[in-house]
């Protein structure tokens, strides 16, 4: 270094020259101008540690040696040291060669002769930094030094020291001339003390964490550096030492606190994790395991890359450099467990920078998989629902209530003729499109629905087309989701189009119509031929004495009657289908008692027929057969006035037969009446009408005669 009017070369009260010890310390130390920041002077460790060679004093200033974002960072702290506080803060140093230093930069406003200068500092980052300005410029470095300075000889005795080492341990100047170096410090240290200055003279440095102990007894820690120097041909240990003590307590309160959030972090069920710049692991919590089923200490080494499924990791890289660059988003994405299995999981991350270059990331992970699967599934599902709606050919619709929203799927708008964007998506647009004559019937179908009053919300409605024409549509739906309170939020359904249903059914109803007026008229004609007929026999039997042809005449007419009124009862009914027999029967009989000239209070007739509807392949053997027996009644069983009861049952029975029966009290049938009988038409007729039907004939003579059809229900196979 040149030779530098502003460090005097004047010797202490010790003995050594200022300058030489200036050059000696172990830090980089550097003189400025209090008003133009220039640099007057360095020591040796500055032009050592940063490249710099003063040629020119004042040719370099503090803020040229710094990098440009730091300027106002650096004027900032010039003023307060200006105002008389020592100022110490993160600094970057940028070397000769261009190589950035990372330091702490500690500024001290000096005094020299009435010139204001300002000492400047520059401790490794993170070191601690101690300043106070006293005594004259000649001792001004050395009691500038943050901390406890010391020059031991070659004897061990300490040399010179500033005031700083006498406030700290509490001794005055002249008890520490008496006093060898390692009595300052604990006795239990005094070895490694002794062994560290023997290491200094032998090695040329060491650096040792001890105890000092005060004159008073206080422990306080301690870090001593030092280093071997030739003053004058002699050997020197120039050495300082700082309290460490608010350091050391931040370190435990760290350790703590990195133990507690390691717990934390541990002991949750999502990873925490972190890499380098390149995406090099370098810390994983060990929910790892559980997950994918690898240790921490087989992850922690290794690429991301290694672990992330190959369909993946092309987005995920990108996303990995889009973090480089300050562009955080959470992603999703398959990790490959040890088994070999893919697992979803879900992580966000954020960028690490130091000095404002990027490091690396630090991010936590979740297992999603469960979730990714279920929505797996429910795509699925979804896909196969879009294809039953597709294939229906059902337009879908969902309904927010509170708003109004109404959103369709395509085939629900070409229904009527629009493209989806040509509706608006509300409630009041469907409302628009509903007929008048089918609005007050449909809201009401639907408030019924949404009061919880039908289950099931359905109605068949015409909704206004594009082209103006009106689409029979088949709504269906339901509320979904309620309130707390139970006011519905939600509810969702499919319309079909049924015009073409609707249609053809109208055509079926007009056919019907059709065919039930021909068929009217068919069974009025039939009715009108055989009254005809017999009209016929009765005119017949006014020209003929003979009584024989007369009856059997008289009973070709109730036959032939027994049919007309079926089909005159068919003419009437509003069903083509079926006889009520109920009425058939009772009209019946009444029209035998008449044809008989029976007194009806002298026989008395009881009908007892079921609820039942016969079809009409059924009605007119059944009316024959009731035609033949009651008449046979009313001609044998009660002769010469004879009093009694006739009756006509019908019941419906448990295994889906019906039994007819017509009952007497009369005198009965002869003893030696084989049954049926072959002679007798009218027997004969019954008998081969119930094979027609299917049936059983059975008779019972107690108390006269009871004669059995028992025949299959209507329809029959």
Known sequence: MPQDPHISRSRGKNGVASRDIFDAIPIPLLVCDAVTGAILSANDSFSRDFGYDLDRPGALTLSSIGTVPQRSTLSAGLARALSGTSQTFPWVVKGMNGTEHSVELSLTLVQESGARRILAQFHPSGAPAHSEAEQDFSDVVINSVPGAFYLINLDGHMVRWNSITERLSGYSADEIRTMSPEQFFAPEECDRIRHALQRVFSAGSATTECTMVTKGGRRMPFLLSGRRIMLHGAPFLIGLGVDIGERKKMEDALRRSEQRYRSLIEDIHEIVFSTDEAGVVTYISPSVEAMIGFRPVEVVGRHFAEFVSPEDLPRLQTEFRDLAEGRAEPSEYRVTSKGGDTHWVRSSSRPRYTDGRFVGITGIMTDVHARKVAEGRFHESQERLDLAVGGADLGTWDWDIPTGRVTHNARWAEMLGFSPDELESHFSTWEKLVHPDDKERVLQQLQDHIEGKTPLYEAELRLRAKDGGWRWTLDRGKVVRRDASGAPLRMSGTQLDITERREAENMLRESLQEKE???????????????????????????????????????????????????HMMYQASDFAAVDLVDYVHTLTRSLYRSHSVDPEAVLLSVDIANVRLGIDTAIPCGLIINELVSNALRHAYPDGRRGTLSVTLVHNSDGTHTLTVRDDGIGLPTDLIFPPVATLGLALVETLSRQLEGTLSIDRTGGTAISVRFAGWPRP
């Open 517 to 567: 007026l021909l068929l009217r008229e068919i069974h009025h004609r039939v009715k009108n031929n055989l009254q005809v007929i017999s009209s016929l026999f009765n005119l017949q039997t006014q020209t003929i004495t003979d009584p024989k042809v007369v009856a059997a005449l008289k009973e070709s007419h109730n036959r032939v009657r027994s049919m007309a009124l079926v089909h």
